[in-house]
Nanobody
Framework: QVQLVESGGGLVQAGGSLRLSCAASGVTVSFTTMGWHRQGPGKQRELVAVVTRGGITNYADSVKGRFTISRDIAKKTVYLQMNSLTPEDTAVYYC?????????WGQGTQVTVSS
């Protein structure tokens, strides 16, 4: 059974940083494309960053240069380092895994950036 558990969200001032973690079980991270998505108030869920099974990363234009996705295969954990946060980054952030066994989502973690 696949489980994804996010943590690390919270309240931060504009310009600050947060690091989100996604602990995965039931999947092999190195064989899985892992991504972070977010859904802001009144907005559709959008892709923020992804790391493929081959280790290739890709980012939404809105976060390039500010956010970094990484993974620790041994710990089965994917991270999202978020720097220079702005109020527009306020959202619920979700972890997602995509592999041959299917697509799975975590429960989400709230990130609130105050101005």
């Amino acid at each position: 059974q696949v489980q994804l558990v996010e943590s690390g969200g919270g309240l931060v001032q504009a310009g600050g940083s947060l690091r989100l973690s996604c602990a995965a079980s039931g999947v092999t991270v190195s064989f899985t494309t892992m991504g972070w998505h977010r859904q802001g108030p009144g907005k559709q869920r959008e892709l923020v960053a992804v790391v493929t099974r081959g280790g290739i990363t890709n980012y939404a234009d809105s976060v390039k240069g500010r956010f970094t996705i990484s993974r620790d295969i041994a710990k089965k954990t994917v991270y999202l380092q978020m720097n220079s946060l702005t109020p527009e980054d306020t959202a619920v952030y979700y972890c997602r895994s995509s592999s041959a066994v299917g697509n799975y989502w975590g429960q989400g973690t709230q990130v609130t950036v105050s101005s």
